[in-house]
Structure formats: C-alpha cells, structure tokens
C-alpha cells in the first residue's frame, strides 16, 4: 500500500522555524523525485521545493531559497523541509508529493500525501 504521510506543520511566530517530514512506504523510494508543495486560502498550489531521485539535486521557488532546505534519506525513505525564517506569506497547507523519475517537476505526480497545516502568526 502506497503511503505518503506528512508531518511536522504547525502554528509558529515570524521569523520562526518548522522541520516537516514526509515518511514514504509501499513504492521504490530511490527511484522517485520528491517534492513539497503548498496551498494558501483562496490560491492555486504551487511548488515550493523539489528534490531529485539519484544525485539529490534540490530545487526551491524563489521566495523559499535561502531559508529552506530539502532533504531525502533512503535509509528510513522519508524527505524533509527545514524551513527556517518563516513568513506570515508562507502560511498554508503543505503537501508532499512524489513522481517517478530524475526530473523534479511539479506536474504528473504520481502519489500525494494528505497535507500539514503551517500557520506563521504572531
């Protein structure tokens, strides 16, 4: 059974930080991409950061670089977001994703997780 189970989201002040996990199981972990999305209130999905399958290469939206970091660990197949410096604009629902392959798109994914809650308020 494919699984994609998100965690680590919840309420934090500006200028805060929030490590959200993504814990996979049930499909060949090191042959997918893996990518971390978010939806606001009243916005479209978009991508946030992506990582590749074999040589790990990461990807970040532009608002994201430089205050998170996405990684993957095969030994236990779950991918991270460190997100550091949050925003109250980074308030929204995140979602992990995966899609089979090297290429780090955020279209065609082939499993998605249910999302965590991230809150930046004060």
């Known amino acids: 059974q494919v699984q994609l189970v998100a965690s680590g989201g919840g309420l934090v002040q500006p200028g805060g930080s929030l490590r959200l996990s993504c814990a996979a199981s049930g499909f060949a972990f090191d042959s997918y991409s893996f990518a971390w999305l978010r939806q606001a209130p009243g916005m479209a999905r978009e991508g946030v950061s992506c990582?590749?399958?074999?040589?790990?290469?990461?990807y970040y939206t532009p608002s994201a670089k430089g205050r998170f970091t996405i990684t993957r660990n095969s030994a236990n197949n779950t991918v991270h977001l460190q997100m550091n410096d949050l925003r109250p604009e980074d308030t929204a629902v995140y979602y992990c994703a995966a899609r089979v392959g090297r290429q780090c798109l955020y279209y065609g994914i082939d499993y998605w997780g249910k999302g965590t809650l991230v809150t930046v308020s004060s």
């Open positions: 990582i590749s399958s074999s040589l790990g290469t990461t």
